[in-house]
């Protein structure tokens, strides 16, 4: 997810917030000062109140991390390779770099996140119990703990994808027919359906005065288009399984030297070719690749005296070989988060593939119905 700050770093994990989360922070630290802890626990001063709404937004912070944190410590106990977790507006999302290969995968990895929960959950009502002033600000924060971990133990076990419990339903649905396409379908559309429902229920409450409304409708709409994002993802990576790089890239590519001046770069290839990024080669050997991109944040009047060297990418670049399939291209071109990625025949640049042309296969292959 981009637009996000890298945190910290936890067991090989980068751990980031989504700027919306920094809204919703500063909305929930508000809601629970102003109006949740003095209407359920009254007495306190403001200050008090105050330091316990933040404390109680941080913790639940910490309790979807751990909830995350879960998930992706399963993935990469069974294999799976995990970028990052990112937190935002409705919670949190692990970055895995692939998906489960088994129904079995599937299941452990998605089930381990709402029991995680729940045992969050549990342990914050054990503690509860221990409190003496069960009306104190610490009887407060655990009590709030304990009914928020739950709620969001049992929101994710609902089984509408790409929510835990919908991933628990593919997980079942693919190990019942052998098919990951049709349990994703299946799931999927139980989102949806799932989606649809709450932003109904949201628009009744927002036509009674309830301005809760108006979430209950936000997350309705975010779970239907998460679930038909999730479905066209799986359908395009079946697409793409099985072609060849080399199937659709061009042939015979231009390269340049590195001595190349920016404006003979825009002159003879980007403005001639159209194309937005070139290997830059020198000795037949590739030491680098520039983009429109990297010409964007050159200054104009220095381009006839900047050699391309100087605002080219350089090493370690993302390639591919032309017998590798389309899917390897496209997940190293969104995990690297690059548009184009070389394709190397052993030592020899045999030319570039970028999201473009991955894109116009597929969709030149849904207009012809050719898979």
């Given at each position: 997810?981009?637009?996000?700050?890298?945190?910290?770093?936890?067991?090989?994990i980068?751990?980031?917030?989504?700027?919306?989360?920094?809204?919703?922070?500063?909305?929930?630290?508000?809601?629970?000062?102003?109006?949740?802890?003095?209407?359920?626990?009254?007495?306190?001063?403001?200050?008090?109140?105050?330091?316990?709404?933040?404390?109680?937004?941080?913790?639940?912070?910490?309790?979807?991390?751990?909830?995350?944190?879960?998930?992706?410590?399963?993935?990469?106990?069974r294999?799976?390779?995990?970028?990052?977790i990112?937190?935002?507006?409705?919670?949190?999302?692990?970055?895995?770099?692939?998906?489960?290969?088994?129904?079995i995968?599937?299941?452990?990895?998605?089930?381990?996140?709402?029991?995680?929960?729940?045992?969050v959950?549990g342990i914050?009502?054990?503690?509860?119990?221990?409190?003496?002033?069960?009306?104190?600000?610490?009887?407060?924060?655990?009590?709030?703990?304990?009914?928020?971990?739950?709620?969001?133990?049992?929101?994710?076990?609902?089984?509408?994808?790409?929510?835990?419990?919908?991933?628990?339903?593919?997980?079942?649905?693919?190990?019942?027919?052998?098919?990951?396409?049709?349990a994703?379908?299946?799931?999927?559309?139980?989102?949806?359906?799932?989606?649809?429902?709450?932003?109904?229920?949201?628009?009744?409450?927002?036509?009674?005065?309830?301005?809760?409304?108006?979430?209950?409708?936000?997350i309705?709409?975010?779970?239907?288009?998460?679930?038909?994002?999730s479905?066209?993802?799986?359908?395009?990576?079946?697409?793409?399984?099985?072609?060849?790089?080399?199937?659709?890239?061009?042939?015979?590519?231009?390269?340049?030297?590195?001595?190349?001046?920016?404006?003979?770069?825009?002159?003879?290839?980007?403005?001639?070719?159209?194309?937005r990024?070139?290997?830059?080669?020198?000795?037949?050997?590739?030491v680098?690749?520039?983009?429109?991109?990297?010409?964007?944040?050159?200054?104009?009047?220095?381009w006839?005296?900047?050699?391309?060297s100087?605002?080219?990418?350089?090493?370690?670049?993302?390639?591919?070989?032309?017998?590798?399939?389309?899917n390897?291209?496209?997940?190293?071109?969104?995990?690297?988060?690059?548009?184009?990625?070389?394709?190397?025949?052993?030592?020899?640049?045999?030319?570039?593939?970028?999201?473009?042309?991955?894109l116009?296969?597929?969709?030149?292959?849904?207009?012809?119905g050719?898979?």
């Amino acid at each position: 997810m981009k637009s996000s700050l890298r945190l910290i770093r936890i067991a090989g994990i980068d751990i980031g917030v989504h700027y919306s989360w920094i809204f919703i922070f500063l909305l929930l630290s508000w809601g629970l000062a102003r109006a949740f802890f003095p209407g359920t626990f009254p007495g306190w001063d403001t200050a008090t109140y105050w330091v316990a709404g933040v404390s109680a937004a941080l913790l639940l912070f910490v309790s979807v991390l751990l909830h995350e944190l879960a998930h992706s410590l399963v993935a990469k106990a069974r294999g799976i390779g995990v970028q990052s977790i990112t937190l935002f507006l409705l919670g949190g999302v692990s970055n895995l770099e692939d998906e489960p290969e088994r129904p079995i995968v599937e299941f452990a990895v998605a089930i381990v996140g709402p029991l995680t929960s729940l045992a969050v959950a549990g342990i914050c009502w054990g503690l509860l119990g221990l409190v003496a002033d069960q009306q104190g600000p610490l009887a407060a924060i655990l009590a709030y703990l304990a009914l928020v971990n739950f709620i969001l133990a049992a929101f994710n076990l609902l089984p509408g994808f790409p929510l835990d419990g919908g991933r628990v339903l593919r997980s079942i649905l693919w190990r019942k027919t052998g098919n990951l396409v049709k349990a994703t379908n299946i799931a999927a559309n139980v989102g949806r359906f799932m989606g649809w429902g709450l932003i109904a229920f949201g628009l009744i409450r927002i036509f009674a005065g309830l301005l809760d409304g108006i979430w209950f409708a936000f997350i309705g709409w975010f779970l239907s288009t998460a679930a038909e994002a999730s479905r066209r993802e799986l359908t395009a990576r079946e697409q793409l399984s099985g072609v060849k790089v080399k199937d659709i890239m061009a042939t015979n590519p231009t390269t340049i030297s590195p001595d190349t001046s920016v404006a003979d770069l825009v002159s003879s290839v980007f403005r001639r070719q159209l194309g937005r990024a070139v290997p830059v080669c020198e000795d037949d050997r590739v030491v680098g690749v520039v983009s429109v991109t990297d010409v964007k944040e050159l200054p104009r009047e220095r381009w006839e005296q900047t050699p391309v060297s100087e605002i080219m990418t350089r090493e370690p670049l993302h390639m591919v070989s032309p017998e590798d399939d389309l899917n390897t291209a496209l997940r190293l071109i969104t995990k690297g988060d690059v548009n184009q990625v070389l394709v190397m025949d052993e030592k020899r640049c045999a030319g570039l593939i970028n999201r473009a042309d991955i894109l116009n296969y597929l969709q030149l292959t849904q207009e012809l119905g050719l898979r």
